[in-house]
């Protein structure tokens, strides 16, 4: 996927992908570009839902302005991880 966050005072908005099943126990695989105040760290945030379940949160700082240009993230999965 190819992602740009919002350039500048991007406080309070969320540039957002993910990948869902149907269903009461859906899975699900979110992967979210957090906006930020200038000067502050850039975040990329994610979630995995398995069968209905998450709790599965990770933050990542990167070291690039992702407000910069257009950048192309990967999300590799099969039945035993996701990478």
């Not at 933050?59 to 999965?77: A, C, E, G, L």
Request: aromatic share 16%; no cysteine.
């Amino acid at each position: 996927m190819r992602m740009k966050l919002v350039p500048g005072n991007s406080a309070g908005t969320v540039t957002a992908f993910y990948l869902a099943s149907f269903g009461k126990r859906h899975d699900e695989i979110d992967f979210e570009l957090l906006g930020n105040v200038p000067g502050q760290p850039y975040i990329i945030h994610t979630n995995i839902f398995t069968q209905g379940r998450g709790k599965r949160e990770q933050q990542f700082r990167v070291w690039f302005n992702p407000s910069k240009d257009f950048h192309n993230y990967t999300i590799f999965w099969n039945p035993f991880q996701v990478v």
